[in-house]
């Protein structure tokens, strides 16, 4: 997920190779199951791979991995030159100005046809980044210089489309509609992937009736599933209560655009559905570990969007897209101070209530607490993240600010001195 919401070089194959594809070798079972996840979270989030930095090493060999993959499983290549690599190019010089030339980067792309004559030629994209912060840096929340394994950030949606694949590979007849399989990378630095497919597209994307992502989908807890871009399509509402989803608690939010892959299609007037399982304390730090992965609960969340697929594939007519009203207020601004709290984003009610608290924090020092519920920050009112990001824009580091909050049935006064984002704590 990208940092600025809140909160791969590939110009062939004979360069840098640094993990044996031998490596990659894969005994995955034909059903989505949590040995599985681990397997292909082993590689992932592997130190080999070092944090998949787009245009590094390390995300190159994620890529072959993906490829190598999509290939096992009979996937076809797009390209005419038969890979499942699109080429693009991008600047990272407005990010880092150290970088003198373009970066080069991949995203890895496989299709699988549907089998209905009248529908086949509809297309469905399944997307998840899988590139990460390497050894951190400008858009890390540390500033340690270690491997940032991004385990939640994307492996786990990237393990998720791998599964995804495998399973339609060998459900072909089950499609109606074709599915297209897309790895994305550039996404942390600024979506860079999909703005690039979406712009390129291999297939014409007035046939692409669907967009789902999957970021961040590894961290489930307290059964909350939280589920963005339902304002995308009217259909998307019906397609929810159509499928039982008692194990979750449902989140729904309207947006479209998002921190993450989604909003590069949803801009270009496609439907789309974006699944995440919530922030936490790990979150763009080295700390996303493979270890905390909740695997029996990424299980479930792609037993979910499995169902979603096989739902679309039954409509028979096209998935209508409308337009989220867009709410200016919902301009996420950038902010150079940092608290701790951690958003809860499955939170529905007024105020922003806090899902954990970064130990050493500010907010740690200050006193706040999980599950607080910021309502006013200095004067300004909070109703919801938008006003808090928004807030937060207002002040500088070292300020203190007192944070209204509701804990429980009290309501509390606490001082917080502002720290600087992007340092330890
Ligand atoms: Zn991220």
């Known amino acids: 997920m990208k940092l600025s919401g809140f909160i791969c070089a590939f110009s062939s194959l004979v360069i840098l190779n640094t993990v044996p594809l031998s490596a990659f070798s894969q005994t995955t079972s034909p059903s989505i199951t949590s040995a599985d996840l681990r397997q292909r979270m082993n590689i992932l989030a592997s130190d080999s791979l070092a944090g998949r930095r787009t245009g590094e090493p390390g995300c190159e060999s994620a890529a072959r991995y993906i490829a190598k993959e999509f290939k096992r499983m009979g996937l076809r290549p797009l390209d005419p030159a038969k890979s499942y690599f699109q080429h693009y190019d991008f600047s990272e010089r407005a990010f880092d100005s150290t970088k003198k030339e373009k970066t080069k980067a991949v995203n890895v792309i496989g299709f699988i046809p549907g089998s209905s004559k009248k529908l086949k030629d509809q297309v469905v994209i399944i997307g998840a980044h899988y590139d990460h912060l390497g050894m951190g840096g400008k858009n890390a929340l540390d500033t340690v210089k270690a491997i940032h394994y991004g385990a939640d950030d994307n492996a786990s949606g990237t393990v998720g489309l791998l599964e995804l694949a495998e399973y339609y590979s060998r459900h072909k007849a089950s499609l109606k509609r074709s599915l297209l399989f897309i790895s994305f990378s550039g996404e942390e630095e600024g979506l860079f992937g999909s703005l690039n497919y979406a712009k390129n597209p291999l297939i014409p994307l007035e046939k692409t009736q669907a967009m789902i992502n999957m970021d961040m989908i590894g961290r489930l807890k307290d059964s909350i599933l939280i589920v963005e871009g339902m ?193 330890a704590h």
């Open 231 to 423: 304002g995308s399509s009217p259909y998307w509402k019906i397609l929810m209560d159509s499928l039982k989803h008692e194990n979750f608690l449902m989140r729904y939010k309207p947006d479209g655009v998002g921190p993450s892959d989604h909003s590069s299609f949803y801009r270009k007037n496609i439907p789309v559905i974006f699944y995440f399982t919530g922030l936490h304390r790990d979150y763009h730090r080295a700390t996303d570990t493979k270890d905390k992965i909740n695997y029996e609960g990424e299980v479930e969340v792609l037993d979910l969007v499995r169902r979603s697929i096989d739902a679309i594939q039954s409509k028979p007519d096209r998935i209508p897209f409308t337009l989220v009203p867009e709410d200016t207020t919902k301009k996420i601004g950038t902010f150079k101070v940092y608290v701790g709290g951690v958003p809860d984003y499955g939170y529905d009610g007024e105020g922003l209530k806090l899902s954990d608290i970064t130990p050493g924090s500010p907010a740690a020092k200050a006193g706040l607490k999980t599950d607080d519920i910021i309502i006013k920050f200095a004067d300004i009112e909070i109703k919801n993240i938008y006003d808090y990001t928004g807030a937060l824009g207002k002040f500088k580091p070292d300020d203190v600010v007192d944070f209204r909050v509701k804990r429980g049935k009290e309501v509390l006064t606490i001082p917080v001195k502002l720290g600087k984002r992007g340092e």
